[in-house]
């Protein structure tokens, strides 16, 4: 499986962005989340999505903000974010699972993308 992340960029704060992470290989069953890093932190969970798309999770700090949605028909995962916030700057990376339903914990994801830099000035 190899995911390639996109869409990443500046933005103003209260801006808008829309990342997509295209799979190939064989993705079927795999739930798929976001994590994003920022400079001097962990890795930490952003959004994450059910095989069918039914089932979504969302760390508490982009609740309302964030939507992570997918197209299994394209094998692409999105994640539409508003109201931006500087804090939100950081390195935006994709994972999928090889189960069906969203994790939180990084570990649990088998494959991960590179990454897209996403930067909100204030």
């Known amino acids: 499986v190899q995911l390639q992340a996109s869409g990443g960029g500046l933005v103003q704060a209260g801006g808008s962005l829309r990342l997509s992470c295209a799979a190939s290989?064989?993705?079927?069953?795999?739930?798929m989340g976001w994590f994003r890093q920022a400079p001097g932190k962990e890795r930490g969970f952003v959004a994450a999505?059910?095989?069918?798309?039914?089932?979504?999770d969302y760390t508490d700090s982009v609740k309302g903000r964030f939507t992570i949605s997918r197209d299994n028909a394209k094998n692409t995962v999105y994640l539409q974010m508003t109201s931006l916030k500087p804090e939100d700057t950081a390195v935006y990376y994709c994972?999928?699972?090889?189960?069906?339903?969203?994790?939180?914990?990084?570990?649990?994801?088998?494959?991960w993308g590179q990454g897209t830099q996403v930067t909100v000035s204030s």
């Open positions: 994972a999928a699972r090889a189960l069906p339903w969203p994790a939180t914990l990084a570990s649990e994801y088998n494959y």
């Open positions: 999505v059910s095989w069918s798309g039914s089932s979504t």
């Open positions: 290989g064989r993705t079927f069953n795999y739930a």
